[in-house]
């Protein structure tokens, strides 16, 4: 049986602001939790004014202890900005107090030039990301050898138990790299609308799955599928929230034209250009969108095209009932 889990960007819906988002994200991870859905992720994005989300493991702290089970992840860190040591110490600090709770989900998007610079100032270099990810595996478990470059150094605070270590991608190199290095492997469906990169997805898992070495992260292949579902009671309610998303998707001025989620009325009167509606048209590849039975359906195709363990629900949909509808929809499809 597949398994559910959500990836949460705390959207801050119109009319209302980042604080409320956050105590909707935390309402959404306990609804999670309580409808039997096995993780909880938060991503990572900054400068995106309708997404209150630009710190995960600071809001991974306040879910978990909000929560009692369900495991709470980074969707994830985007490790080119970052040290790998301090990656480590933070995601060490989150398996002291939740063990075996917490998943590590490591991305390597950059973002905008403007907030690359901002991360990153009087860096000359970004390291490489596959050393990156074994170095944080280095100081997850203690391996620091006389033939690292920082030999003597420990992540503190030293624990026994390790969080799982994923890594989202959409390119077959990097799936070679997350089975080399016996990480889980999340595919961000979402970001694709081509056919011909969604049917390269299916080559990208195989190579995971057979080449897989376990680690003291990830002991088997582990293959989640993350696409934009919209799923509502009526195909007529989840096509008006559909309509939103599309708008979104636009992303003007690199996701700052909107200062906050839009709503149903918000995208219906938006002055649409002829590109606008051509780009709507190919970003309809990258969701799902319909009644539970619709969803049900396209889903089923998805996760054996795919061979998926698990299935990470974007809701980005308007408004927190509309969002934990969606949940307890899914969850009586699929748990």
């Known amino acids: 049986m597949v398994q559910l889990g959500v990836l949460d960007y705390a959207q801050i819906d119109e009319g209302e602001n980042a604080t409320t988002a956050l105590h909707h994200t935390v309402l959404l991870a306990k609804h999670a939790e309580a409808l039997g859905y096995t993780r909880f992720w938060m991503a990572e994005h900054h400068n995106v004014p309708a997404f209150a989300s630009s710190s995960p493991e600071m809001v991974m702290m306040h879910l978990a202890n909000a929560t009692k089970r369900i495991r709470l992840g980074s969707g994830g860190v985007m490790l080119p900005h970052y040290s790998p040591y301090k990656v480590a110490e933070n995601f060490r600090i989150l398996e002291a107090f939740f063990p075996n709770r917490i998943d590590l989900g490591i991305g390597n998007n950059i973002g905008t030039p403007l907030v690359k610079n901002a991360l990153n100032e009087n860096k000359n270099s970004i390291l490489d990301y596959e050393k990156s990810m074994k170095d944080i595996q280095t100081y997850l478990t203690d391996q620091v050898n006389e033939e690292h470059r920082f030999h003597g150094i420990t992540a503190n605070p030293v624990v026994p138990t390790n969080p799982e270590m994923w890594l989202l991608s959409t390119s077959m190199k ?7 290095l016996g990480l889980g492997y999340m595919f961000g469906l979402f970001l694709l609308a081509d056919e011909k990169k969604l ?7 195989d ?4 080449e897989f070495n376990p680690s003291p992260f990830m002991k ?3 293959v989640s599928i993350a696409p934009i579902i ?3 009671d009526t195909n007529e309610q989840a096509r008006a929230y559909a309509k939103t998303l599309d708008l979104w998707l636009l992303g003007k001025g690199h996701f700052t034209e909107l200062r906050t989620y839009p709503s149903i009325d918000t995208a219906r009167n938006y002055p649409y250009t002829e590109y606008d509606k051509q780009l709507i048209q190919t970003n309809r590849n990258r ?3 319909g009644d539970i039975d619709r969803v ?9 095209r795919y061979k998926a363990d698990e299935v990470l629900f974007i809701p980005l949909i308007p408004g927190i ?3 934990k509808r969606a949940l307890e929809l899914l969850a009586d499809a699929f748990l």
């Open 174 to 180: 990097n799936a070679k790299v997350a089975a080399k």
């Open 199 to 205: 049917a390269n997805a299916r080559k990208a898992i």
């Open 207 to 210: 190579l995971y799955q057979s």
């Open 220 to 222: 088997k292949p582990n």
């Open 230 to 232: 919209v799923v509502a």
């Open 287 to 289: 969701m799902i969108v």
């Open 296 to 304: 049900k359906t396209e889903l089923d195709t998805l996760i054996k």
């Open 321 to 323: 009932e509309a969002r």
